[in-house]
């Protein structure tokens, strides 16, 4: 059984109303909302007392129908003033003297319809089925079904915009960390748990703490694959809050997460195995509380010609390698982080001596000098002379000049 | 027959028609190996351990660095996930990438010249599985540094790298892990060669230090 309400200019009022009696609503256009209201009857009796609750609840003048089917709960909605219950069987006699105007056909078939002298529903589910189909098709096939309220359909209920958020208010301040993460457990499991009843995962936790002096701590968390592990989930939260704790004792949480679509990623056989995305994120959280989100990544060059120039991305297991063959093995340069400053005697305008705080010796060979300069347009442009040398202690340097400030530094050692 | 043998086949013979198995010693199957990229030393050693652990240790400019880069070059090309625990942060991510690592695939961490967060980190990686190739560079650090790691230490990570089937690398000054390393592999500076005006590379002893057999490794500034 279906119910509809129509009231033009009033949808709020309406949606409000049927959300009250069914989670099941179709809002059919602005003006008609239907709702369906299977298994009500135990609790506001029969389809009259239940259409009689539904004025009373509505509270503003709408016109009420209850059917079997949906288009002709809609069609008697939009006919009849008042409150129209169809009992199953009599829809045709109910709806036969409604205009045909309510049908929505289309313009064509309502001229046809018209000089033909049919006006109203009663008319038309008069016509025999086989004259219809023939001179007017599946659409006035439909119509006269419509007509005679025989029409089936589904409701296509209203989709409420997913959100994954849940808040918990706290009886008494927590201060330790501790006792937080067992509520904190306790909110991602909910949320994980409505998750995968919709098949979904997240790729972005938001916490909010509010705090006793009135402040939130924020905490966001992007994740670098949709992820649905509740374990996961609070150990990354833990190390984030180790790491950035909040400055007071927290009164209240509220949690998010980000619905998205699960991963699917169809495994190679040829291919080895790579770190399972959840433990790779807890291990680098780790690692990045250890030493420093700036000191773990992938390296990645930058588009410049200054030496040693590079940026850290975060690191992620998606990117695959390009099938390329491996170059023979090359020297490789140990590079000196800070640069060293280095004293160095000159003789000959070549390097003769080197001392720094890490070597010294003298200069058995020198090869260079090696110019090297540019980006003068920014404020730190390089301009400097390289050389490579090996010292008495057997050991391979590169050592070079700043031609701007006539400093010498030790850039590294080959290896 | 000795006593023993003679027992042994009365044994056998009286269960042979119970039990379908031959009383012979369970042989540990050979470990597999991966290519190192040179030629000379893959012929020495036949590679490194594709799990366990592989120590490489020697003086200041005696190729420790190139052979680790090779090494990454090779786990990358066969699209392995590879990190690289930077004990005192000396790795040069430019040079690498010209000798074929491909550098996405490398998570590089920098420990600040801090050996216990070196070995913490190393023992996150191997633990967290999924890793080709994980390598550790204690070459920089001080030596005492290094040797106060207890081979306690040594043993768990290889142990757990065995476990999570990854190669562990670790380069050092002197060799720390003993008897924990599955191979161990010194190297040494023997000559540097100069072409002219150009530094050109030097070539390197690299000795295998369970089998005491040597060969020699060019290593160039531009390879041919």
Redesign the interface.
């Known amino acids: 059984m279906y119910a509809c309400l129509y009231a033009p200019g009033n949808l709020a009022v309406l949606l409000e109303c049927a959300q009250y009696f069914s989670p099941h609503i179709e809002q059919t256009t602005a003006d008609t909302v239907v709702l369906r209201i299977d298994g009500l009857g135990p609790l506001f009796g029969s389809p009259d007392q239940l259409a009689t609750a539904i004025a009373n609840r509505i509270g503003i003048p709408a016109n009420i129908a209850i059917a079997t089917e949906p288009d002709t709960a809609i069609h008697a909605a939009r006919g009849i003033n008042g409150v129209t219950v169809i009992p199953p069987g009599s829809e045709a006699k109910v709806l036969a003297t409604l205009p045909l105007s309510l049908l929505g056909s289309t313009p064509e078939t309502a001229q046809i319809l018209d000089a033909w002298g049919i006006h109203t529903f009663g008319q038309l589910a008069a016509l025999p089925p086989l004259g219809i189909a023939a001179r007017l098709g599946e659409e006035g096939t439909y119509l006269r079904e419509l007509a005679r309220g025989e029409s089936s359909r589904q409701l296509r209920p209203i989709e409420e915009p997913l959100q994954f958020e849940d808040t918990l208010e706290l009886d008494y301040p927590v201060d330790l960390l501790e006792p937080l993460a067992f509520l904190l457990a306790r909110l991602i499991n909910d949320l994980c748990q409505r998750l995968s009843s919709r098949a979904l995962a997240a790729n972005e936790i938001r916490l909010c703490l509010f705090l006793e002096d009135r402040t939130q701590h924020e905490a966001i968390l992007k994740l670098p694959v949709p992820m649905r592990d509740p374990p996961a989930f609070l150990k990354l939260l833990q190390l984030e809050l180790d790491a950035r704790p909040p400055q007071s004792p927290v009164v209240k949480i509220r949690m998010a997460l980000e619905p998205v679509k699960p991963r699917t990623q169809q495994q190679n056989i040829f291919?080895?195995?790579?770190?399972?995305p959840e433990?790779?994120e807890?291990?680098l959280a780790?690692?990045m509380n250890?030493?420093g989100a700036e000191?773990?990544?992938?390296?990645?060059?930058r588009d410049t010609h200054r030496?040693?120039?590079?940026q850290?991305?975060r690191?992620?297991?998606l990117?695959?390698?390009?099938d390329?063959?491996?170059?023979?093995?090359?020297?490789?340069?140990?590079?000196?982080?800070p640069l060293k400053h280095a004293q160095v005697i000159l003789s000959n305008q070549h390097p003769v001596q080197v001392s720094s705080q890490r070597i010294h010796g003298k200069v058995l060979?020198s090869?260079?000098p090696w110019r090297t300069s540019g980006e003068w347009w920014m404020p730190e442009p390089w301009d400097r002379d390289e050389w490579?040398i090996?010292l008495t202690?057997?050991?391979?340097y590169r050592i070079h000049e700043d031609r701007r400030t006539g400093r010498w530094f030790l850039e590294?050692?080959?290896? | 027959m000795t006593a023993a043998a003679a027992l042994r086949e009365h044994v056998r013979s009286a269960l042979i028609h119970r039990f379908d198995v031959d009383f012979t010693l369970h042989q540990k199957p050979a470990a597999e190996m991966v290519s190192t990229g040179f030629d000379a030393l893959d012929s020495l050693t036949g590679g490194i351990p594709r799990t366990g652990m592989t120590e490489i240790y020697g003086p200041p400019s005696s190729g420790r660095m190139s052979l680790l880069v090779s090494l990454l070059a090779q786990a990358t090309s066969r699209q392995e996930c590879c990190a690289l625990i930077d004990a005192s942060g000396a790795f040069d991510p430019a040079g690498a990438e010209s000798a074929g690592v491909h550098l996405p695939n490398l998570l590089w961490v920098r420990c600040g010249g801090n050996a216990e967060h070196a070995l913490k980190a190393a023992d996150l990686l191997i633990q967290a599985g999924g890793f080709g190739l994980i390598a550790m560079d204690l070459a920089d650090l001080d030596l005492r540094d290094a040797q106060r790691i207890s081979l306690a230490s040594w043993f768990r990570l290889r142990h757990a790298a065995e476990k999570m089937r990854s190669s562990f690398v670790v380069i050092g000054r002197e060799v720390n892990a003993k008897s924990c390393s599955n191979l161990q592999i010194a190297l040494h500076p023997r000559q540097t060669h100069w072409t002219g005006k150009l530094f050109d590379g030097f070539t390197a002893q690299a000795q295998s230090a369970k089998t005491s057999r040597s060969t020699d490794v060019r290593l160039s500034v531009r390879p041919r």
């Open positions: 291919l080895p195995s790579a770190p399972e433990r790779l807890i291990t780790r690692l250890l030493l000191n773990v990544g992938s390296p990645r060059l030496p040693d120039s590079f850290i991305d690191f992620s297991t990117k695959k390698s390009p390329q063959s491996v170059p023979p093995p090359r020297l490789i340069l140990r590079r000196y982080r060979t090869v260079g490579d090996a202690d057997g050991a391979l590294g050692n080959y290896d």
